[in-house]
C-alpha cells in the first residue's frame, strides 16, 4: 500500500516483485543490484540509498540471489534495530516529531515479514531453522539493547514488556516470524529450535523472558516438554558432578536455570501442564529401555540410557532451584510411587556413582524438608516404604523390594537428621530468649514440618500404633516438631498422646517424648493438661477418647505412687507434674463425673480419687464438685445395682464404687466446708425419692406416706378441692380430715397401701452398707477436730461429732419438715397429741427409708450429734408410743415394723447416750413381750428423756477415748424411770430371766 | 609472497582478504610467465589463503578473525569480479585452484562454504568463468565434495528461494560443461534410494529439458577430457550416464513408495508428472547411447572405453531387486499398480542395457550380465537381452538394432539380430523363431527418431 506514495526510482521494480519477479532481473542487474547493496550507494546513479531503498535492494537480493542470503538477513538486522530505535524514540518524545519515518520503515518490515513467512510457508524445512534462529538472536540482541531505555519497563514487569515489544512492528514481525517456523520445526526438529531458544533466553536474560513467555504460552505443550528435554540434555552433557552443590547454583548450569524460569513462566497459566510434563518425563525415564520399540514421543531423550539415567536427577535439581515446579510436582509424585515404580527407580539408580546417589539422597532431603504442602503423604510414603515386612502387620501395599526398603530407610533417616540440623540449629539462633520468648522471634522456616503441625494428631495415632521401626522414625519426629513448633506443638502433641495412648506401653512414648522436651521446654505439662481440659470444655472429644484420656492422666498420676513405693526414676517428677496440674483443674474434671457415658463418669472419678486435691480452691468451685461427686455416688450405686441384676460383671461398676467413695472421703477429709457439703448431700441424696429404692426405700409423697401407684389411686375418686367445696369455706377441721387422708376417704375404706416391692435385698443391704462406710469414713477421717492418727491401724477412727451433727441436722431437715415443736427438750408424754400429724409424717418417713435408722445408729455414733435429731426421735417414739397403746395384739411380735423401729430407736438413743445404759437396754426384751408392755417400756424412755434433756452441752470431751461422752451421774437418779422396766420384768420373769442383768442399777 | 604475512595482520578482515587476493594473482601470473613446470602454488600461499580468506586460526592462541555476512558477500562479490576480469584461464584455474582444492586439512570446511557462496553468486549472476572453473573443479575432486556442492546449488535454486529456477536452468547455457558436472553430481547424490535422495521436481524438470534440447551436453566432460584417462581417484563419473540409467529405472519404484503415505490426496501431483519426465528422460538417455558409437568410433575408443562401469550396473540390478522384493513384501497381494511399475523398471534396465551394449558404452558379456540380474523377477524383455547373441558393432553404419513397436506383444525378441551375423543365432535359446529376423530388416535408427515408448503393458 505504502508503496504506492514513495515513488523513486525502485518503485516500479520494487512492486513487480510479489512473487515471480526474479526472472526480470538479468544477470547485469542483478550483479548491479549486489553492487549497490554492498556499497549502499546506487550503482546506476551513483547516489546514496536511504534506508528503504536499502532494505528494499536487500529483499530483492533475497528473493534472487540465494548467496547472499547471510548477508541480506544480516543488513535487516540493522533496519529492525533502525525500526525500534526510531519507535522508542517516538514514544519517548510522544510521538510528536517524525512519526512519517517510523511508519516508512514499518512498511518495509512488512514487506520482509512478508517474504520471510512466503519462504517458510513454501519450504519451512530449509527457511524454518534458518530464520528462527535469526529471529531469536535478533529478538534476543533488540531487546537487551533497547532494554535501557526510559520507556522501556524494567525488566520484571513481564506483562508491560510484552505489550510494549508486541505494539512494535519490528519485534512483533519477527515474534511472528519464529513463531510460524517453530510451529513447522516442531513437526520434525523441535529440539534446534528450543535450543536456540534457550541459548538465547541464557545470553540475554532477563530481558529476553518476555520472548519465551510470549512462545511458551503459544505453544505450551510442546515447548514444556521440548524446555524440559533441552534441560535435561544439557544437564547431562554438563555432567551430573557437582549437581549437589546448592549454593553455586547461580554460576553453575546456565540453562538448567533457564529452563526453571520458563518454566516459572509459564506455571502461571499452565502449571496442569507442566505438571504432566515432569511426570511424563519421570516415569518414562522410569521405563527400562527397549530399543526396539521406540516411545510414541518424538523427543529423542528416552532413547538415550545416559540422559534417562540423569532424567531423575535433572528432575530433582529442578525442584530444588525452583519451589514452584516442586510443589506442582511434589503432590502427584508420592502417588505415582507405587511398588513397581519403586523397584525401577532401583535398578535405575543402582547403575550410579556411590558419591551421585549421596547427593540425590542430600537433594530429596533438602527438598521434602522445604516442601510446603504434601510432606504427610511423603512421610506416610516414606514410613510405609521403609518399615520392615512383617509378619504380624500386613501393610495395605504389597512390601516392596528389601533394597526398595532400606533406601527409603536411608532417606528417612537422612531427613530426621536433616530436620534435627534444622531445628537445633533454629533454636540455638533464637538461644538468647527464654524458650517462651522464643517463639515472637522472626526464625527459620521448615515448610515441611510447618505442615505437618496440622497433622500432629494422625502422627501421634501413627506412633502409638508401636509398629516395628516406624513408632521410632515417628516419635523422633514429633519430637523434632514439638521443638520447632514450640510449647503449642508441643503441648498439642503431649495431649494427642495422652489422648490416645491405650495401654503404659503407649503411654510411656509420653514421657519419654517429655523427657525429650523437658529439657528445653518448661511447663509443658500444665499446659498439656490446660490443652485436654479445653478440649473437654469444647466437647470436641469423642467420649472413648474422654474416657481414654482421663484414665491415662489417672495412670500417670498412680504411676507417682509406684514410684514412690519402687525407686525414683526420672518418670515420677512427671507424674508429680502432671498430679499437680490436674489438681489445678479438677474442678474442670467435676462435671465429667456425670458425663453420660458411664465410661467417661468412672473414669473421671478415677482420676479424681487418685489426683492430689489442690492447696486452695474456691468455694464454688468445691461445693461443684462435692455435689458432682455425691450424684456420682449414686450414680455408681445404681449402676452397680443394674450390673448385678444383669449378671454382669460388676468388677468395673464395683471399681467405680469404691473409687467413688475413695473420692468422696479424700474430698471430706480436704476441708470442713467439703465435708459438710458431702455429709449433706449425701443424706439428702440417700432420702431423694430418686435414689430411695436404692436402700430399698419406698417413694413417698409429700406427706411421707409411700404413694401408691397411679393405677390403684386413680379410682379412689377424692380430692381435697371436693372435699373443701363440700365443707364449706370453715377451715377448721381440727386436723380430722387430714388423719382421714392420711389412712384413706372416709366411705372408701382405708388406702390401699403399696405392697413394697423390694427386689434385690441383697442389693439394698450393699448399698446400705456402702452408704454407711461413705459416711463413716466421711465423718472419721475429717479433719475438723486436727489429724489424729488413731493408735491401733486396725481400728476405725471415731465419728467426728461435727460431722455426725451435720448429718444429724440434714436428717432431721429432711425428715421433719416441719420446724414447729423442734427444741431439743422433750415434753411431757401428753403434749405429744399436738404434733400427731408431724410424728405421723415422720414415722411413715422411717417407714419408707430403712436406710433412716443406719444413719440415726451413724449420728448416735458421732455423740453427741443425736441430740439434734431429738425431734425426730421424739416424734416416731410418740408414734410407736400410740401404736402400742392402740395395739390389741397378745404379741408385740405382730407387729414386726413397730417393734424393730422400737429397738432400733432405743438402742440408737443408747448408743447416742440419750439414754443410760440401763435403760438403752430395754429393746433387748421387747421381743418379748406384749404391745402394752412394751409401750411402758418406751414411756419409761420417754418419762427419762424427758427427764433428762438431750443437750449437747451435757457432752464432754474425753481425750482419751477422742470422743464425747455424757457422764448419767450428774444426772438425777435413774432408778426412778427403771421401776417399770422392774416391774415388767418381774411380771414376764419366766422369759425374761436371762436379761434381768441388763437391767441391774 | 609469504612476507607479505606480517603487512596483512594489522588489516581489518575484508581489506586483508582482498589484498591477498591481488596478490595471489599478480603471484600466479608471474608464475605462468616464468613457465615453471608444474605450475604449483606453493605451500605458504596456501596458508596464507587459508588464514586470509578462509580464517582458519593459525594456532590456538590467535583470535579468531571471522568474517560478518556481509564482508563475506563483498568478498564474494570481490572474486566474482575478479575471476571476471582475469583474461588467461590458465591463471585463472590457477588461482581457482589455489583457493578451492581441497587440502585436507581443517580449513576444508569453510572452504568448501565459501566455494558453495561463490558458485551459487555466479550462477546468480552469471559468471561464466567461475563456472568453467568449477566444472574443473568438480572433475576433479572427491565426489564427496562435488556432492556438496551440488546440494548447496539444489537447495538454494530449487528450494530455499521460489521461483530461482529459471537462473539455474541459465547454466545450461552459460557453461555446459559446468552443466554437464553438474547433473553428474546431482545423479550421484540423488540415488532414490530415500525421500531426502529424490531429485525435487523442478530439477528433474530442468535436467530433463537440458538433456532434450541437447543430448550431447550429458557427453560434454567426456568429449573434452583428454584420452589418458588420468581421471583422479573416486571423482565423479565422466558421464551421468549411469546416474541417469538409475534414475530411469528406480523411478517407477521409488515414486510409488513415496506416493504411498499420501495416496489418498497427492496422487495427481507430483507422480504422473515425474513419470512423464522420466520417460522423456528414459528415451533422451537411450539417445545418447545411440550417438556414442560414432564418437567412441571417433576418438578410436570404440570397445576399449566403458563409459557405463560394469560395478554400477551390478549395484543397480541389486538395489533394483532389493526395492522389487520390499515392494512384494509391503503389498502381498500385488496391485496390478505395483506390477506394472516393477515391470516398467525392469523394461527399462533391459533397454538400457540393450542399449548400452549396443552402443559400446558397455563391456560385458552375456554371461556377465546373467549372473548380474540373475535375482531379478522375471521380465520378458530382460529375458531377450539376456539371451540374446553377443553382438559388438564395429561398423557404425550399421544399425545396432531394428526396434519394433510390437516388439513387446510379438514373441520375437526385439533386439533381433542382423541376418548379417547369422553366426551368432546358434547362441541363443530362442532359436526356433530364426525366421522372424527376416520380418525385421535392417531400419535404420535415426537419431531423433521418436521413440515408441511404452509406459506398461
Excluded at chain 1, 517458510?120 to 531469536?136: C, D, E, G, K, Y
Excluded at chain 1, 504442602?373 to 516414606?382: C, D, I, P, Q, S
Aim: proline share 6%; with cysteine; glycine share 6%.
Amino acid at each position: 500500500m505504502s508503496v504506492v506514495f514513495d515513488g523513486g526510482s525502485l518503485k516500479g521494480m520494487q512492486s513487480s516483485h510479489s512473487h515471480t519477479a526474479p526472472s526480470a532481473l538479468s544477470a547485469q542487474e542483478l550483479s548491479q543490484e549486489i553492487k549497490s547493496f554492498i556499497s549502499g550507494v546506487d550503482a546506476i546513479q551513483g547516489r546514496k540509498l536511504s534506508v528503504r531503498e536499502h532494505a528494499r535492494c536487500a529483499v530483492r537480493l533475497l528473493r534472487c540471489v540465494p548467496a547472499c542470503r547471510g548477508a541480506v538477513l544480516e543488513h535487516l538486522r540493522g533496519v529492525y534495530d533502525e525500526h525500534v530505535s526510531m519507535f522508542l524514540h517516538n514514544l519517548e518524545t510522544e510521538g510528536s516529531s517524525s512519526s512519517g519515518a517510523t511508519s516508512n520503515l514499518e512498511d518495509i518490515i512488512q514487506e520482509v515479514h512478508g517474504v520471510l513467512s512466503e519462504f517458510i510457508r513454501l519450504n519451512p524445512r530449509a527457511w524454518a531453522p534458518l530464520v528462527s534462529t535469526w529471529a531469536v538472536d535478533l529478538l534476543g540482541q533488540l531487546s537487551s539493547k533497547h532494554a535501557g531505555r526510559r520507556v522501556a519497563p524494567h525488566s520484571s514487569s513481564l506483562n508491560e514488556l510484552l505489550q510494549l515489544w508486541m505494539s512494535c512492528a519490528a519485534t512483533r514481525s519477527l515474534m511472528e516470524a519464529y513463531s510460524q517456523c517453530l510451529a513447522a520445526m516442531l513437526a520434525w526438529c523441535p529440539d534446534a529450535c528450543v535450543d536456540a531458544l534457550l541459548d538465547t533466553s541464557v545470553k540475554h536474560s532477563p530481558h529476553f523472558d518476555w520472548v519465551v513467555a510470549h512462545i511458551g504460552s503459544a505453544f505450551p505443550g510442546t515447548i514444556i516438554s521440548r524446555v524440559l528435554a533441552c534441560g535435561l540434555k544439557d544437564f547431562c552433557s554438563h555432567g551430573a558432578k557437582d549437581q549437589g552443590l546448592l549454593a553455586e547454583k547461580g554460576s553453575r548450569v546456565p540453562k538448567i536455570g533457564s529452563v526453571v524460569g520458563i518454566l516459572g513462566h509459564l506455571a502461571a497459566h499452565h502449571s496442569d501442564s507442566i505438571r504432566k510434563e515432569l511426570l511424563r518425563m519421570f516415569q518414562e525415564s522410569l521405563i527400562p529401555s527397549t530399543p526396539l520399540s521406540p516411545t510414541s514421543s518424538s523427543s529423542s531423550w528416552e532413547a538415550s540410557p545416559q540422559l534417562r539415567r540423569a532424567a531423575v536427577p535433572f528432575l530433582l535439581q529442578l525442584a530444588a532451584l525452583s519451589p514452584n515446579l516442586f510443589g506442582a510436582v511434589s503432590s502427584e509424585l508420592v502417588e505415582l510411587l507405587r511398588p513397581p515404580v519403586l523397584l525401577q527407580l532401583q535398578s535405575l539408580l543402582q547403575g550410579l556413582p556411590r558419591e551421585e546417589l549421596d547427593n540425590m539422597l542430600g537433594l530429596a532431603v533438602h527438598l521434602i524438608s522445604q516442601s510446603p504442602t504434601g510432606g504427610a503423604r511423603v512421610l506416610k510414603f516414606l514410613a510405609d516404604t521403609a518399615t520392615p515386612a512383617s509378619v504380624i502387620i500386613s501393610g495395605p501395599t504389597p512390601s516392596p523390594n528389601e533394597g526398595v526398603r532400606e533406601g527409603c530407610d536411608r532417606l528417612l533417616q537422612m531427613l530426621l537428621l536433616h530436620l534435627h540440623k534444622l531445628v537445633f540449629n533454629r533454636s540455638d539462633a533464637a538461644e538468647a530468649g527464654l524458650v517462651g520468648s522464643a517463639s515472637s522471634q522472626p526464625q527459620r522456616v521448615t515448610p515441611f514440618l510447618e505442615e505437618l503441625r496440622s497433622h500432629v494428631g494422625q502422627l501421634c495415632a501413627e506412633t502409638l500404633r508401636l509398629e516395628r521401626k516406624r513408632h521410632l522414625w515417628l516419635h523422633q519426629l514429633l519430637c523434632l516438631l514439638s521443638v520447632y513448633g514450640g510449647p503449642s506443638v508441643a503441648t498439642e502433641t503431649l495431649c494427642q498422646l495422652l489422648t490416645q495412648a491405650r495401654n503404659p506401653e503407649e503411654l510411656a512414648l509420653a514421657w519419654q517424648l517429655h523427657t525429650t522436651l523437658s529439657s528445653c521446654m518448661a511447663g509443658l505439662i500444665p499446659a498439656a493438661v490446660a490443652h485436654c481440659v479445653a478440649q473437654i470444655h469444647t466437647h470436641t472429644l469423642e467420649p472413648r477418647q474422654l474416657r481414654q484420656l482421663l484414665l491415662n492422666l489417672a495412670a500417670a498420676i498412680q504411676s507417682q505412687d509406684e514410684e514412690r513405693k519402687g525407686t525414683a526414676g526420672g518418670q515420677s517428677s512427671m507424674a508429680v507434674q502432671i498430679g499437680l496440674a490436674v489438681s489445678g483443674h479438677l474442678h474442670d474434671f467435676g462435671p465429667l463425673l456425670l458425663h453420660g457415658d458411664p465410661a467417661v463418669s468412672n473414669a473421671t472419678v478415677r482420676l479424681l480419687s487418685c489426683s492430689p486435691l489442690p492447696r486452695t480452691s474456691s468455694p464454688a468451685h468445691l461445693l461443684l464438685l462435692s455435689r458432682a461427686s455425691v450424684t456420682h455416688f449414686f450414680l455408681a450405686l445404681r449402676r452397680r445395682g443394674e450390673a448385678r441384676k444383669a449378671g454382669r460383671d460388676m468388677g468395673q461398676t464395683g471399681e467405680a464404687v469404691s473409687c467413688s467413695v475413695l473420692l468422696l472421703s479424700r474430698f471430706a477429709a480436704y476441708s470442713p466446708l467439703t465435708l459438710k457439703a458431702i455429709l449433706q448431700q449425701l443424706v439428702e441424696g440417700a432420702l431423694h425419692k430418686g435414689n430411695a429404692d436404692l436402700f430399698g426405700g419406698q417413694i413417698a409423697d409429700m406427706s411421707g406416706a409411700p404413694l401408691a401407684s397411679p393405677s390403684v389411686s386413680s379410682d379412689l375418686g377424692a380430692s381435697l378441692l371436693d372435699i373443701n367445696c363440700r365443707f364449706g369455706t370453715t377451715v377448721n377441721f381440727s386436723g380430722s380430715v387430714w388423719s382421714v387422708f392420711h389412712a384413706g376417704v372416709i366411705g372408701k375404706g382405708l388406702k390401699v397401701r403399696t405392697a413394697a416391692n423390694q427386689p434385690d435385698p441383697s442389693g439394698v443391704i450393699q448399698n446400705i452398707q456402702t452408704l454407711l462406710a461413705v459416711l463413716v469414713q466421711c465423718c472419721s477421717s475429717s479433719s475438723l477436730n486436727g489429724s489424729q492418727s488413731p493408735s491401733d491401724p486396725g481400728e476405725p477412727l471415731p465419728i467426728n461429732a461435727e460431722a455426725a451433727k451435720v448429718v444429724a441436722v440434714t436428717l432431721v431437715e429432711n425428715v421433719c419438715p416441719d420446724v414447729a415443736n423442734g427444741e431439743l427438750s422433750w415434753p411431757p408424754e401428753e403434749h405429744a397429741r399436738t404434733t400427731v400429724e408431724r410424728d405421723i409424717h415422720i414415722r411413715r418417713c422411717f417407714e419408707a427409708h430403712p436406710v433412716l435408722f443406719p444413719l440415726l445408729q451413724v449420728v448416735a455414733a458421732g455423740r453427741p450429734a443425736l441430740c439434734y435429731c431429738s425431734a425426730v426421735l421424739r416424734g416416731l417414739l410418740a408414734t410407736l408410743l400410740s401404736h402400742w397403746e392402740a395395739s390389741r395384739e397378745a404379741s408385740s411380735k405382730d407387729s414386726p415394723w413397730h417393734l424393730q423401729a422400737s429397738c432400733l430407736l432405743v438402742s440408737c438413743m443408747g448408743e447416742g447416750q440419750l439414754l443410760p445404759p440401763v435403760l438403752a437396754n430395754v429393746h433387748e426384751a421387747f421381743a418379748y413381750l406384749n404391745p402394752f408392755e412394751v409401750r411402758l417400756l418406751l414411756l419409761a424412755v420417754w418419762e427419762y428423756v424427758r427427764g433428762n434433756g438431750p443437750l449437747p452441752q451435757k457432752f464432754v470431751f474425753s481425750p482419751d477415748k477422742g470422743m464425747f461422752c455424757r457422764d448419767f451421774s450428774r444426772d438425777g437418779d435413774v432408778s426412778r424411770y427403771v421401776a417399770p422396766i422392774h416391774s415388767v420384768l418381774h411380771k414376764n420373769i419366766d422369759r425374761l430371766g436371762h436379761l434381768c442383768w441388763r437391767f441391774q442399777l | 609472497m609469504g612476507d607479505i604475512r606480517q603487512s596483512l595482520l594489522p588489516r581489518d578482515v575484508l581489506s586483508a582478504a582482498k589484498e591477498l587476493l591481488y596478490h595471489l594473482d599478480i603471484y600466479i601470473c608471474n608464475m605462468v610467465q616464468s613457465g615453471r613446470q608444474p605450475p604449483q602454488v606453493d605451500t605458504k600461499t596456501l596458508d596464507l589463503i587459508e588464514e586470509f580468506i578462509l580464517h582458519t586460526p593459525k594456532d590456538r592462541n590467535a583470535p579468531v578473525r571471522r568474517m560478518s555476512a556481509l564482508q563475506e558477500l563483498q568478498l564474494l562479490e570481490i572474486m566474482c569480479s575478479c575471476f571476471q576480469e582475469q583474461s588467461r584461464d590458465t591463471v585463472r584455474q590457477l588461482m581457482f585452484s589455489a583457493l578451492f582444492n581441497l587440502q585436507g586439512n581443517q580449513a576444508d570446511e569453510s572452504r568448501m562454504a565459501l566455494l558453495s557462496k561463490l558458485v551459487s553468486m555466479a550462477v546468480a549472476v552469471g559468471r561464466v568463468p567461475i563456472l568453467e572453473c568449477a566444472a574443473t573443479w568438480l572433475q576433479r575432486t572427491h565426489r564427496v565434495y562435488c556432492v556438496r556442492l551440488a546440494q548447496v546449488l539444489v537447495d538454494d535454486y530449487c528450494s530455499m528461494v521460489p521461483g530461482s529456477g529459471p537462473t539455474l536452468q541459465n547454466i545450461h547455457s552459460a557453461s555446459p560443461r559446468f552443466c554437464c558436472q553438474f547433473i553428474t553430481a546431482v545423479t550421484t547424490l540423488y540415488d532414490l534410494t530415500s525421500e531426502e535422495l529424490t531429485p525435487p521436481l523442478e530439477l528433474l524438470q530442468m535436467i530433463v529439458s537440458w538433456i532434450q534440447d541437447d543430448h550431447r551436453l550429458v557427453l560434454i566432460t567426456f568429449l573434452n577430457s583428454p584420452l589418458s584417462g588420468s581421471q583422479p581417484l573416486s571423482s565423479l563419473d565422466v558421464t551421468p550416464l549411469g546416474g541417469l540409467i538409475r534414475w530411469c529405472v528406480k523411478a517407477p519404484l521409488a515414486y510409488r513408495r513415496d506416493r504411498k503415505p499420501t495416496s489418498s490426496d497427492g496422487s495427481s501431483d507430483g507422480a504422473p508428472d515425474a513419470a512423464r519426465l522420466f520417460s522423456a528422460l528414459h528415451l533422451s538417455v537411450l539417445q545418447v547411447f545411440m550417438l556414442l558409437p560414432t564418437i567412441l568410433n571417433e576418438k578410436g575408443l570404440f570397445g576399449r572405453l566403458a563409459l557405463l562401469q560394469m560395478e554400477s550396473v551390478a549395484a543397480l540390478t541389486s538395489d533394483l531387486s532389493r526395492l522389487l522384493d520390499q515392494a512384494d513384501k509391503h503389498t502381498h497381494a500385488a496391485t496390478a499398480d505395483a506390477h506394472a511399475a516393477s515391470q516398467l523398471a525392469l523394461d527399462r534396465l533391459a533397454q538400457a542395457l540393450q542399449v548400452a551394449m549396443a552402443s559400446g558404452a558397455l563391456l560385458c558379456s552375456r554371461e556377465d550380465l546373467r549372473a548380474i540380474c540373475s535375482r531379478l523377477p522375471h521380465n520378458n524383455l530382460l529375458q531377450l537381452v539376456l539371451s540374446g547373441p553377443v553382438m559388438y558393432y564395429n561398423n557404425i553404419h550399421t544399425p545396432p538394432l531394428a526396434y519394433s513397436p510390437h516388439a513387446a506383444h510379438s514373441p520375437i525378441p526385439s533386439h533381433a539380430a542382423i541376418p548379417t551375423l547369422p553366426a551368432h543365432t546358434p547362441h541363443t535359446p530362442l532359436a526356433t523363431h530364426p525366421a522372424s529376423h527376416a520380418q525385421y530388416p535392417a531400419q535404420p535408427f535415426m537419431s531423433g527418431m521418436p521413440f515408441p515408448f511404452r509406459p506398461g503393458h
